[in-house]
Every structure is written in C-alpha cells, then in structure tokens.
C-alpha cells in the first residue's frame, strides 16, 4: 500500500510537471495579436501556478513519503559531496 501511494504521488508530480512545461514552452499559433497575447499570458500564469503547485506538493510529501525522503537523501549526498 506504501509504493502504491509513493508512485502515485511520483506520478502526480511528473504528470503536473509535464503540464506546466507544456505550457510554459508552448507557442501560441493565433492570428489575432489580442487572441495570441491572452494565450500567451494564461499559459504562462498557469505554468507558473503548476510550478508552485509542485514545489508545494512536493515539499509536503518529502516528509512522509519513503521514495520521496530517499531521494532527497541521495541528493544531499551527492551536494556534500561534491562540494567538499
């Protein structure tokens, strides 16, 4: 039951991370410049609100979820190492 929630929430993490780099790398194809500068700019507040999304889910989950602390401790690792 513990990977089960673990991959899921790795899951929701990647698929809103996917979305948000969509958005953010999208380019608009309207032929109006009012239509192209309205995409424009909701694409890229949604890109920035899903970042943020992400930043907060996952700042949540790496206190609870067991692949989430083993990755952050893997990372930390490889800081330490590398910087000292």
Not at 10 to 27: D, N, P, Q, R
Not at 49 to 77: F, N, Q, S, T
């Amino acid at each position: 039951m513990i990977k089960t929630i673990s991959v899921i929430r790795i899951a929701v993490l990647l698929t809103l991370g996917c979305v948000a780099f969509i958005f953010l790398f999208g380019e608009e194809q309207d032929e109006s410049l009012s239509a192209f500068c309205l995409h424009f700019i909701f694409d890229k507040a949604l890109a920035a609100v899903l970042i943020c999304h992400i930043a907060l889910l996952y700042k949540r989950w790496r206190k609870v979820d067991p692949w989430l602390k083993a990755y952050d401790r893997m990372c930390g690792e490889v800081m330490d190492r590398k910087f000292n």
